[in-house]
T-cell receptor, first 113, second 122 residues
């Protein structure tokens, strides 16, 4: 079945460091890929998405490129801030006659000042 | 826009009692809502798809008689944990697809989430 694997956390970085959170997926067909973020005390919210191969999603300085050849959707940011501290979830959604969204386990990011 | 409100945010109940969790779409209509369960340090597990006006669709392994879902209107879905036991203690989260997309079968639609309900069964 469909699945999403993302790197285990927590990830601890200093402010202005470069961030990469790896995400790979397994799915038949052509899923849409998402990154969701959950800030402390809040619900999940969409960070960015990509719907086809080679698409790049971007938002708030974060980027991720849909790589079908490596079945990956790694999240990157060039310079993290303390306010980026949160849990990040990689997810895929595929047309299954309705649709379901499958999530990775989540990666907690701590950014130190 | 596209706010999903979930209530209560936390609840403690005794074993054997039932607990109802509400999920409301505040500024849009949602014919479909999803209920997830999240274990500590684990991913969100889809429990069921709630469909307005029809029966919910449960994922394999989820007991439909234990987790009763009712989607009574276009803005409200409820999850009732019946005869709760300590192993039902978990974080429950509801979500609804992006209301800008008319076709809810579109898998390109991102989800809008409630803030979750922490259930503790003693």
């Amino acid at each position: 079945g469909d699945s999403v694997t993302q790197m285990e956390g927590p990830v601890t970085l200093s402010e202005e460091a470069f961030l990469t959170i790896n995400c790979t997926y397994t799915a038949t067909g052509y899923p849409s890929l998402f990154w969701y973020v959950q800030y402390p005390g809040e619900g999940l919210q969409l960070l960015l998405k990509a719907t086809k191969a080679d698409d790049k999603g971007s938002n708030k300085g974060f980027e991720a490129t849909y790589r079908k050849e490596t079945t990956s959707f790694h999240l990157e940011k060039g310079s993290v801030q303390v306010s980026d501290s949160a849990v990040y979830f990689c997810a895929l959604s595929r047309n299954t006659g309705g649709f379901k969204t499958i999530f990775g386990a989540g990666t907690r990011l701590f950014v130190k000042a | 826009g596209a706010v999903v409100s979930q209530h209560p945010s936390w609840v403690i109940c005794k074993s054997g009692t039932s607990v109802k969790i509400e999920c409301r779409s505040l500024d849009f209509q949602a014919t479909t809502m999803f209920w997830y369960r999240q274990f500590p340090k684990q991913s969100l597990m889809l429990m069921a798809t709630s469909n307005e006006g029809s029966k919910a669709t449960y994922e394999q392994g989820v007991e439909k008689d234990k987790f009763l879902i009712n989607h009574a209107s276009l803005t409200l879905s409820t999850l009732t944990v019946t005869s709760a036991h300590p192993e039902d203690s978990s974080f429950y989260i509801c979500s609804a697809p992006n209301p800008d997309r008319v076709n809810f079968d579109s898998y390109n639609s991102p989800l809008h989430f409630g803030n979750g309900t922490r259930l503790t069964v003693t």
